[in-house]
């Protein structure tokens, strides 16, 4: 029985408590469309203490108003003086919505409106408050950039909304920066002293803003005849801008290796599979782009057939394109190369004449026009590690990507009966035979599998580039390249030499340019070759020999 009195004590309880929430939501949308009705009748100068009034409301509609106040679109009806968001349209209408209830209203024509009034100093107070409201929102992002925003165009208004609530901020990232803020304002508009104490604190900053203020502060100071306070603060300036300009050239080198193993990966993916069939059959495939080209439209034909699975194509396209550009492989190798094993150039001729019918059909079925193949949201955007240096997600999983295929095609080659036949086959092709090893269906199964991973190569360079017929054109001269510089066969001289010419390639390119660099990549390659012709890692076996 004291139960049953505690359980309707409590519910009587709650329920008291959510009509008084109710009557105190009602109060303050109230107590809002109160204060926006004084809007359209308000003078300029006393429109200051109304906006602060509007802002205390902490109504779900205030920051949209106000910032509609910040960007001009708050108007008012003058017929009723209703205060309405209005943007125009092409057929010189404006579009309206209620404020308060979110409503959409009837369009009308811009003589039947009237701006709420601001100016430059009212919009300085509304950037603040809207900061206000924002650095003390929930959510960790909103409030980096609200403080980022204030970062950008310190104030004494910003830095006193900043030292306001510094001390209630849990988050290190978002106490950090507006301690940063706080420092820039600082550095502006203080003393002597309390500049040098700034610049303590800012040295090492990698934001913009401070280095642009370090350096406009450096610029206005005068060239000769400083006393000693501007004499002291010069070198501490300097040494804070070199301070700065160290750490930016340590990310830009970081950032420069992210790209050299992004463009390695690329090519390890492209010339990986080129690797296993020259080395086990000795064939110069060059048709092995138009695998990569391959794979690459058939990320595009699903992303067609599924417009409604955008954010999993990719997963569906990786399996999809090793079996479309492996049947293919297998279809060239029983149907052609087969009949010319020992006749490389009656090979290579004959995969020259099948790319070209393999480009001719892509163009017939698709148009010669290039397509794009549109990136799922999770391979979009960038991690932001501070403000100069971010990692693309695209290239990010391209990386860790091409790592995984090179694992798992090497846990292939040492841990299955496939892998040692393919092994034995490479070594001595005589031998294996003897060994009752089908070195004809080794063959088959070899080119299928190294076609399949070019067509998982044409998945992820679909995320880079368009899709086009030519797309494998590009990249089959640099899989020959990174094959013969690693060591025909080899797949750890395939990622070595992958990795090296991805790397050599971007730190070359800011120096000579994107040609040049490439020019002095293969002419290093030529003179390595000159010493070492069977590469880094030379093929072992009776037939390396």
Known sequence: MHRIYLLLLLMFISGQSAALQADSDTQSNSQLSDLLNQLPKTKLRKMAPLIEKISETKQPQTRAILQFMLDGELYYLRANKQVVHAQSTENNLYELTDVLSQ?????????????????????????????????????????????????????????ATITELIDDETDQDVRALMATTLALQQ???????????????????????VKNEIVGLLENLPKKDLTAEQQILR????????????????????????????????????????????????????????????????TYVIQIAFPSMIEYSLLIAVPAAFLVSGFVGILIERGVIRFLKGRPLETLLATFGISLVLQQLVRTIFSPLNRQVISPEWMSGSWQINPIFS??????????????????LLMILKKTSLGLHVRAVSQNRDMARALSIKSDWVDAITFGLGSGIAGVAGVVLSQLTNVGPNLGQAYIIDSFLVVVFGGVGNLWGTLVAAMSLGLTNKFLEPLTGS???????????????????????PQKGRSAD
């Open 103 to 159: 409503e959409s209203l009837t369009p009308v024509k811009k003589s039947r409106l009237s701006k709420v009034k601001t100016n430059n100093r009212l919009r300085s107070t509304l950037r603040n408050i809207l900061a206000k409201i924002d650095l003390t929102d929930d959510d960790k992002q909103i409030r980096l950039r609200a403080v980022q925003q204030l970062l950008s165009s310190p104030s004494k208004q910003s830095a």
């Open 515 to 537: 040609v040049l660099a490439n020019i002095i990549v293969l002419v290093g390659l030529v003179l390595f070759i000159q010493k070492r012709p069977k590469g880094l890692f």
């Open 235 to 298: 070198s501490q300036l300097t040494n804070a801008l070199d301070e700065i300009d160290n750490r930016a050239s340590f990310y830009s080198a970081i950032e420069t290796v992210f790209f050299g193993l992004s463009l390695g990966s690329v090519l390890l993916l492209a010339a990986i599979g080129l690797a296993i069939t020259f080395g086990v059959m000795g064939v110069i495939n060059m048709a092995h782009g138009e695998m990569i080209m391959l794979g690459a439209y058939t």
């Open 391 to 408: 990692l693309t997600y695209n290239r990010l999983y391209i990386i860790l990507f091409s790592i995984f295929v090179f694992v798992s």
């Open 187 to 209: 550095l502006k508009s203080g003393s002597s002293d309390e500049k040098l104490i700034a610049l303590e604190q800012l040295s090492g900053s990698l934001e913009p803003t």
